[in-house]
């Protein structure tokens, strides 16, 4: 039989599929269709692979696959020899039964291989396996991709006989299988393949295409079907239209990623158009016109090139009429009532001060075990006045207690009810209409942030102490009850609170301690909430790690600062910029070695060890003269550590690498006179601490 390679193409036609999760269905059906052809041995590890997806079509093109795989050799297990053979060597009745349900007997007993299976010797059988023909392994590529496909949501419809029913993302209506110009001979969901596809339904040039073979499918689908098959291609095309069309009038079309996608899963043949409203509704603050744009109509906003929101905005239709004058006024009137109802928002919201919504957030429920966003609030504000005391004394601590007992007050508004994305946004708004100042508005709508890993941070620090207050009431008041991340589970987005409050303490320099903060905070719950300091800590420390490390540090750097419990994470980055330069040094890799090397010693003592050296006991030479080596050298690091110089305190300790080595050449710590023991485990306690301030250097050695 013929083991002729030619390319391979297939295709599912499918009504409209879900616009979020096209560009996945499409990855996705690509990958597993080739894998589990791979695994049946029809296409080499290298082989490549496209894959399409349109708004009506899941296609992939796989190069090389094979008409028929090799054959292969297959050694199966049988049983163990004990029981497969009796004592005279004849078969037993087990092995007879299972050579049976092979399709095999008693005469292939002789060929039959003894070999070592764990402890004892099991029967084999070898035998050659015919190579899987492409109908057959395309057959179960299919059935196996289609129950793989991460589909969001599945529907149950009838096929045409009006009496079965498949379930599968849409329904589908036509399957194309071609390896060249030869069509496989497979079917899924009542569908048998063909060559047969359908382009764009109102521009195509015609109704059905019939697909010469697998290689012309992305050139007919253009010429003849009006459809860019591609979805990498289809969205560069709706980037390349829209940034052109913007740059034209001088402005500059919104960025986002998200939206970019789901525009290029609506349209087959995209073409961009320019549409505009009145300039009356630019009076609503931009962020709502921007959502109302993005999310209800799939609309491109344009800025100008300083960012602000024009009345301009860009339209991706998916026909291209000689006159778009009616698809550009039919746009323009359907986004006008959208934009009406973000301004009449805005001005009903207006009429009522944030203050007085307040006391509405006494009835609205936070989570039946926290009580209402009324007593959230109230946490909030005494954890952030807790915060703005050390840092800016009362004037901060009143402010930061204003904006936080008013950062929740929009909750409450038309505008964030209509657009839940927009709190923060709407409550620094409404806060400047109120007369309130930059300083409480912009920590309103900064309390937020950061949202997301790279996010910009509270611009002042009112809104700095605010964030930090509200997440850590979050991850405080959840964690007390025992909601705590499992897995990739994390419907309360703690780890994300946890990032924000590492960022905020680190990138901001806050000079607090990490544990007065979290106790602080528990103590803005009732007496009765769960007490979980230790967990929480644990977790920001697990966070911590994790940041670091993304930050382009070693994780051998980042352990040896993390496991020095630094009070103070606004010393991070010094300290692990410490640890670099330090283990650049000629006697870095022995220092570290040495610590490691007493911190084992102290932890195998019996007793809890204090730092203390007694001189009269230290009767080796070379412990005196660790001894005093730490005795010039110890002030020289301490007074560098607290004057902040990281750097200058660990290279101070270069100087020890010389006695450190004759000590423990020369001297026995664990003697039998327990006061020269303990002597000497007090000398190494003092080295210990001396040297692991900074971070534990018995993490650098290797």
Known sequence: MSTERKNLLVELFVEELPPKALKRLGEAFAAALVDSLRSQGLVADDASVTAFASPRRLAAHV???????????????LMPVSVALAADGQPTPALLKKLASLGLDASVVPQLKRQPDGKAEALFHDSRVAGATLAAGLQKALDDTLAKLPIPKVMQYQLADGWTSVNFVRPAHGLVALHGSNIVDVGVLGLTAGRTTHGHRFEAAKPTIELRDADSYAEQLATEGAVIAGFAERRLEILKQL???????????????????????????????????????????????????????????????????????LVVSNIRPADASRVIEGNERVVRPRLADAKFFYDQDRKKTLASRVPGLAKVVYHNKLGTQGERVERVCAIARAIAEPLGGNALADQAEHAALLAKADLLTDMV??????????????????????????????HYRPRFAGDTLPRNSVGVVVALADKLETLVGLFGIGQLPSGDKDPFALRRHALGVIRLLIECELPLELAPLISDAFKAFPATHGQAQAEVAFFLRERLTGYLREAGYSAQEVDAVVEARPARWADIPKRLAAVRAFAALPEAASLAAANKRVGNILKKSDAVTQPSINATLLREPAEAALAEALAAVKPRADAAFESGDYSGSLQALAALKSPVDTFFDDVMVNVDDPALRANRLGLLATLHAAMNRIADLSRLAT
């Not at 190069?63 to 297990?77: E, F, H, I, P, T």
């Not at 079309?253 to 970019?260: G, N, Q």
């Not at 409404?430 to 508005?441: F, S, T």
Request: proline residues 4%; aromatic residues 8%; glycine residues 8%.
């Open 63 to 77: 190069g090389g696959v094979a008409s028929r795989a090799a054959d292969r050799s297959q050694s199966l297990k």
């Open 243 to 313: 940034y052109s069309k913007a740059l034209t009038h001088g402005l500059q079309p919104i960025e986002d990623d998200a939206l970019f996608d789901e525009v290029t899963a609506l349209v087959e043949r995209p073409n961009v158009l320019l549409c505009q409203f009145e300039t009356e509704f630019l009076d609503v603050p931009q962020e709502c016109l921007i959502l109302t744009m993005k999310a209800n109509q799939k609309y491109f906003p344009l800025l100008d090139l300083n960012g602000k929101l024009t009345n301009k905005f």
């Open 417 to 446: 009810g209509e657009f839940p994305e927009l709190q923060g946004i709407m409550g620094g708004y409404y806060a400047r209409h109120d007369g309130l100042g930059d300083d409480i508005a912009d920590a309103i709508e900064d």
